[in-house]
């Protein structure tokens, strides 16, 4: 079972890749150094949330989580690199449906004590602008990564807000039950007075 002093999680980035639609995109994820990855899971920002953009687990990926548009078109930069830290992934034959945010999310294991857990956000657009030109054949393939302005803010603030939220909800449902305590005491309380 995990425990909050168990789980580590680290911050997250946020990295831009520009690509062609036809070309192959390749999403960088790596988790720190002597960590090794136990589950991978890819998604997309609009899919559904119990389908993925690529899921691996116990040494191998499964297709079946895989949305459907993404079958066959996903596999890892380098499978041998899974236990080295290394989990990006190639999407092949770029489309523009496949622009968007996608989040790498790993459990890993690590020589320490305790489960950890790793994120980045990429976001993949397509360089295909109005009234520009093609490249040249030997360019073709290029993706580019550009670090975005997003890195300097703390990826975790909806999280922090959501654990306020809980925090100021539970607190609210205490005092009303706290209020209806005292106030059916009295009410018994003067009840009683009037016995007297």
Not at 42 to 56: G, N, Q, S, V
Not at 114 to 139: F, W
Not at 166 to 179: K, S
Request: with cysteine; glycine share 8%; proline share 5%.
């Amino acid at each position: 079972m995990l425990s909050a002093d168990s789980l580590m999680v680290r911050p997250c980035s946020v990295v831009a890749v520009e690509v062609k639609p036809g070309e192959d995109a390749v999403l960088e994820c790596r988790v720190p150094s002597g960590a090794s990855a136990t589950v991978l899971e890819w998604t997309k920002a609009d899919l559904p949330a119990d389908e993925y953009f690529f899921f691996y687990r116990n040494g191998r990926s499964y297709e079946k989580y895989q949305h459907p548009s993404f079958r066959g078109r996903v596999v890892l930069q380098n499978p041998s690199g899974v236990q080295n830290g290394d989990v990006s992934v190639v999407l092949k034959n770029v489309s523009l449906e496949d622009m968007g945010t996608y989040r790498c999310r790993v459990l890993m294991s690590s020589t320490g004590s305790g489960a950890k857990e790793h994120s980045e956000v990429i976001q993949l657009r397509n360089v295909m602008h109005s009234g520009t030109t093609e490249e040249p054949e030997e360019d073709r393939g290029h993706v580019e990564k550009v670090a975005t302005e997003e890195e300097e803010t703390d990826p975790n603030i909806p999280v922090w807000v959501g654990v306020f939220v809980a925090c100021v909800a539970v607190g609210g449902v205490g005092l009303l039950l706290l209020f209806r305590r005292n106030k059916t005491s009295r009410h018994q309380l003067a009840d009683r007075a009037a016995e007297i």
